[in-house]
Nanobody, 126 residues
Framework: VVQMAESGGGSVQAGGSLRLSCPAS?????????MAWFRQAPGKEREAVGG????????YYANDVEGRFTISHDTVKKMVYLQMNSLLPEDAAVYYC??????????????????WGQGTQVTVSS
């Protein structure tokens, strides 16, 4: 059973930073999974922010966050992180972590994750 619960959301001013964390308890974690982050703003569809292939530590980012957001993971703690810098009001959304079991991110994106976290709210004021 995979249980994920994001933490670290909150309210910041534009230009500020937040770090989201997502613990992942899965028997396959740290082997060949893609751990991803998604977000959903009010009235918009859920969109991928990026992900990390745990086996290779290769990261992938959406164009509008690349250079500002960094995804990392800790294989010992089984944690995935989303460091968000230079936040913009348009980054405000509910952020979700997700797991693709047994897949690399470049193969996984575009398909439905196997597991979702509960979501954490990020608010950015201008």
């Amino acid at each position: 059973v995979v249980q994920m619960a994001e933490s670290g959301g909150g309210s910041v001013q534009a230009g500020g930073s937040l770090r989201l964390s997502c613990p992942a308890s899965t028997s396959t974690y740290s082997t060949r999974d893609c751990m991803a982050w998604f977000r959903q703003a009010p009235g918009k569809e859920r969109e991928a922010v990026g992900g990390i292939t745990t086996y290779t530590s290769n990261t992938y980012y959406a164009n509008d966050v690349e250079g500002r957001f960094t995804i990392s993971h800790d294989t010992v703690k089984k944690m995935v992180y989303l460091q968000m810098n230079s936040l913009l009001p348009e980054d405000a959304a509910v952020y979700y972590c997700a797991a693709y079991i047994g897949k690399r991110c470049n193969d996984a994106f575009g398909t439905e994750p196997d597991y979702w976290g509960q979501g954490t709210q990020v608010t950015v004021s201008s």
